[in-house]
């Protein structure tokens, strides 16, 4: 069945420092990809998608590439904020599979030291 | 109050204690969905309700017991839960099943004695 596999946590950087968060996925077919985050106390909110192949997904200094040759959608931040600190989730949805339900990974914890 | 909204926040039951979640989105959405999120675990959807109607019960045990009595309320009915159904309960809510955005709420947290 339909996968999502993002690396394990805990990732601690500095203020300012780059952030690379690796997923990839397994699915038939062209599923959506998307980047949720949950910050402490809180549900999840949508960061970004990409729904083709070589999309880029970007909101608040986030991106990530649809690359559809190595099934990934790695999270990236250039600089990142003690704001930033929270769990990040990488997710799919195939509507030719798993009935068009989201898949989640299972998270990634990054904290951001000032 | 905006987007979606779960009470309570925190909930501490006993094994034979009988109790209830509640969630409630402000969004105009048809679709309502349950999911259980346990530590280093991904997600795991329980429940998908479209136009109050139950679409997918994912091998949910009995005990875990979903209503639906309209499309902006959700509820779920917990009875002789385990500890092992200690969990982060969470709603979330899309325009429609097919819908690409979900918008969640922040969750009930239950812990079973």
């Known amino acids: 069945g339909d996968s999502v596999t993002q690396m394990e946590g805990p990732v601690t950087l500095s203020e300012e420092a780059f952030l690379t968060i690796n997923c990839t996925y397994t699915?038939?077919?062209?599923?959506?990809l998307f980047w949720y985050v949950q910050y402490p106390g809180e549900g999840l909110q949508l960061l970004l998608k990409?729904?083709?192949?070589?999309d880029k997904g970007s909101n608040k200094g986030f991106e990530a590439t649809y690359r559809k040759e190595t099934t990934s959608f790695h999270l990236e931040k250039g600089s990142v904020q003690v704001s930033d600190s929270a769990v990040y989730f990488c997710?799919?949805?195939?509507?030719?599979?798993?009935?068009?339900?989201?898949?989640f990974g299972k998270g990634t914890k990054l904290s951001v030291k000032p | 109050e905006t987007g979606v909204t779960q009470t309570p926040r925190h909930l501490v039951m006993g094994m034979t204690n009988k109790k209830s979640l509640k969630c409630e989105q402000h969004?105009?959405?048809?679709?309502m969905y349950w999911y259980k999120q346990s530590a280093k675990k991904p997600l795991e959807l329980m429940f998908v309700?479209?136009?109050?109607?139950?679409?997918e019960n994912n091998s949910v045990p009995s005990r875990f017991s979903p209503e639906c009595p309209n499309s902006s309320h959700l509820f779920l009915h917990l009875h002789t839960l385990q500890p092992e159904d200690s969990a982060l309960y969470l709603c979330?809510?899309?325009?429609?099943?097919?819908?690409?955005?979900?918008?969640f709420g922040p969750g009930t947290r239950l812990t079973v004695l």
């Open positions: 979330a809510s899309s325009q429609d099943p097919v819908s690409d955005t979900q918008y």
């Open positions: 699915a038939t077919g062209y599923p959506s």
């Open positions: 990409a729904t083709k192949a070589d």
């Open positions: 997710a799919l949805k195939n509507y030719g599979g798993s009935q068009g339900n989201l898949i």
């Open positions: 969004l105009g959405h048809n679709a």
């Open positions: 309700y479209n136009f109050k109607e139950q679409t």
